[in-house]
């Protein structure tokens, strides 16, 4: 391959079409990196309502290391894998501690701080700090994919490596944040998922696939994930105008985050639901009407939840409860973060009243 004609050919076609992005045209790292994170598993649009907002609270990595986590959740919220909040928070800790504040532009300790691997250092240091360093993710994996007829998993083994060697080739000795931000946008808007623009793709004379009519096998198609239904119910429990919330604890689906009582309706269970709910509160509950059902997703898991009213009988004394537990008023429920179907409940719940 001509990699200098195929540098131009990208870059030309980046000058006129560059995407309009919150985070474009800045080298701090603090903002590249921010966005960098929020845009692990989320789409480009949802990220721009989110990343003016949360530079505003924390406009520096020192603002963000000083706040609550539970402050970065509630900014976090809506924009799914929390964790991703949580690494981000503690890696601005360290970053203090370790780094008096600034980003350090070392790649091999860049990629030692929490939520950072190969792909994200990359992406921060070549846009940040001009550093000769490859990316590879979504889009890229799949423009280069298709350039070389890469089959097989493109996120592990040979696959893989092709792609991240391909991916180190082709940058130029100078401009890598530039030229990489390219590919992404090239593979965004040009080289889509379903329907790549080959017709006006500034590569095409380089692309295996468009020569051999393979665009739309390539990458191979993963393997579908067995979706499952569950039903849960949720309880909206009131005392003296304030509501009981529980707190996921590490390692589990909403980690950090705070929600109704919940839990899983299982066929056959021999534990009533209000023992289970006993022992994630540590209360005696009893379960009331209904008030809605809100269908939902998370990961492969397809969710009914029933919301209900509960009335709560006391402590249960000697027991500890499963989860973490506060009592929150009408006004700070607009300040804890909540999983996003907590809040939608929340917000139906006070419209009927
Ligand atoms: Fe993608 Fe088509 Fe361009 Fe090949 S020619 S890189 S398949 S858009």
């Known amino acids: 391959m001509n990699y200098p004609f195929f540098r131009r050919k990208i870059l030309g076609w980046y000058t006129h079409h560059a995407r309009t992005l919150p985070w474009r045209g800045t080298i701090d790292p603090y903002r590249v990196w921010v966005s960098e994170i929020m845009l692990q598993q989320t789409t480009t649009q949802t990220v721009c309502r989110y990343f003016d907002r949360f530079l505003e609270r924390f406009p520096t990595i020192r603002e963000l290391a000083a706040a609550n986590l539970d402050e970065v959740n509630r900014l976090w919220e809506g924009l799914g894998y929390y964790r991703r909040a949580a690494q981000l928070h503690r890696a601005a800790k360290e970053i203090v501690a370790d780094h008096g504040g600034e980003f350090p532009l070392d790649v091999a300790v ?3 701080l929490p939520g950072i691997g190969r792909y994200t ?6 846009i940040a700090a001009d550093q000769r360093l490859p990316i590879l993710e979504a889009n890229t994996i799949r423009l280069h994919a298709r350039l070389l007829v890469v089959k097989g998993d493109t996120n592990r083994g040979e696959a893989n490596r092709i792609l991240w060697d391909f991916a180190e080739k082709i940058l130029p000795k100078t ?8 590919l992404m946008d090239l593979g965004n808007l040009v080289c889509m998922p379903k ?24 990458p191979s198609p993963k393997s579908k994930v067995r979706i499952e239904e569950r039903t849960e119910i949720a309880v909206i429990i009131r005392k003296k105008g304030k509501i009981l919330l529980i707190k996921y604890p590490t390692g589990v689906r909403w980690a950090g985050l705070w929600d109704f009582p919940r839990c899983e309706c299982l066929d056959g269970d021999d534990l009533p639901l209000p ?11 009893v379960i009331g009407r209904q008030i809605e059902t809100l269908k939902h997703s998370v990961t492969r898991f397809r969710i009914t939840l029933r919301f209900h009213e509960a009335q709560e009988l006391g402590k249960i004394s000697g027991d500890s409860s499963l989860y973490e537990t506060r009592w929150a008023t009408a006004q700070e429920m607009e300040h804890v973060p909540l999983n996003s179907t907590a809040r939608k409940l929340w917000k139906n719940w006070r419209k009927t009243k």
């Open 110 to 112: 860049v990629r030692k």
């Open 121 to 126: 250092a990359g992406a921060i240091l070549s």
């Open 175 to 182: 401009g890598c944040g530039r030229f990489n931000q390219a």
């Open 195 to 218: 329907e790549p623009h080959c017709l006006r793709c500034p590569v095409v004379a380089f692309c295996e696939s468009a020569k051999r009519g393979l665009q739309m096998q390539i």
């Open 275 to 285: 023992q289970r709910f006993s022992i994630i509160t540590g209360r005696k509950i």
